[in-house]
């Protein structure tokens, strides 16, 4: 992806971008892109989305992680 003058998206810029908006937010500093993938992946598997659509959404080579 890119910004509206060319820039490319970095991972610490968008990791950047995220805190300064989370800081606005008054969200908790432990909220990150990170616990919120886990957050994510958790809901999912409590809903019964099944282990092999886990695996794809979240790019997991086995289904290990699922079963955490």
């Known amino acids: ?3 509206e003058k060319g820039a490319g ?3 610490d810029r968008i990791t950047k971008t995220f805190a300064r908006y989370r800081d606005k937010l008054n ?3 432990n909220v990150t892109l990170h ?4 957050t994510s992946a ?3 598997a409590e809903h019964d989305i099944g282990t092999r659509k886990l ?3 979240f790019g997991w080579s086995t289904g290990k992680m699922a079963d955490r």
């Open 55 to 57: 695996m794809a959404r």
């Open 9 to 11: 998206f970095t991972p």
């Open 1 to 3: 992806f890119m910004d």
């Open 42 to 44: 958790t809901n999912l």
């Open 27 to 29: 969200l908790a500093k």
């Open 35 to 38: 616990s919120l993938r886990h």
